[in-house]
């Protein structure tokens, strides 16, 4: 099991940039498929970012490819999420999340994700 704690939300103008963390607990971090996903008032869950422990690959959602960039630090037991030319439609708040699925590519973006962490908010001004 793995408890997972966000952070580094907050106000910031358009253009600007963020990075959020995910802090996790537990002994095998390293195994798990990581992702990153926003939830905007009135709006569908999106993923963001999902990253597979399986071949090492991170695939991003298509309204933040080439702007966000996903990253873990498995010695660390942290999840990372470097935002940048934020947007005032990346408002919403950000959630980490954990899968024990043995995804690849893209599909890692489809599978179950078993642990959440409590979220975050990213509010950009416009």
């Known amino acids: 099991q793995v408890q997972l704690v966000e952070s580094g939300g907050g106000l910031v103008q358009a253009g600007g940039s963020l990075r959020l963390s995910c802090a996790a607990s537990g002994r095998t971090f390293s195994r798990y498929t990581m992702g990153w996903f926003r939830q905007a008032p009135g709006k569908a869950r999106e993923t963001v970012a999902a990253?597979?422990?399986?071949?090492?690959?991170?695939t991003y959602g298509d309204s933040v490819k080439g702007r966000f960039t996903a990253s873990r630090d498995n010695a660390k037991k942290t999840l990372y999420l470097q935002m940048n030319s934020l947007k005032p439609e990346d408002t919403a708040v950000y959630y980490c999340a954990a899968s024990t699925s043995n995804c690849r590519g893209s599909a890692c973006s489809r599978v179950p994700y078993e642990y959440w962490g409590q979220g975050t908010q990213v509010t950009v001004s416009s």
């Open positions: 990253l597979s422990w399986t071949d090492g690959s991170t």
